[in-house]
């Protein structure tokens, strides 16, 4: 049984950082690839980053290029999402993915199997 759980979300002001976690757990995750989404209310939940976990290959939305940065940790099988300069814009839940599949990493919601039960970021300006 795969297991996502996050943290590090929180309160952080206009041009803040924030780190978040996902703790991976129930696979060994080497041949998936995983997934960083937000949701903000009212709105359809998006896509941010995702990365390859066997090769570390990644992909970003472009609304984060520059500011968040998705990386791993194989041997403690974390995901971590460094984001920085953030706006208000960037607040919304965020929840981890993970996909069965070592191909590269997709922006698709639909294509994540397993997801973990999200983690408020509010930014204040």
């Known amino acids: 049984q795969v297991q996502l759980v996050e943290s590090g979300g929180g309160l952080v002001q206009a041009g803040g950082s924030l780190r978040l976690s996902c703790a991976a757990s129930?696979?060994?995750?080497?041949?998936?690839?995983m997934g960083w989404f937000r949701q903000a209310p009212g709105k359809e939940r998006e896509f941010v980053e995702a990365i390859r976990w066997n090769f570390g290959s990644t992909t970003y939305a472009d609304s984060v290029k520059g500011k968040f940065t998705i990386s791993r940790d194989n041997a403690k099988n974390m995901v971590y999402l460094q984001m920085k300069s953030l706006k208000p814009a960037d607040t919304a839940v965020y929840y981890c993915a993970a996909d069965p599949n070592p191909g590269l990493a997709v922006r698709s919601r639909y294509e994540y199997d397993y997801w973990g039960q999200g983690t408020q970021v509010t930014v204040s300006s």
């Open positions: 129930g696979r060994t995750f080497t041949n998936y690839r």
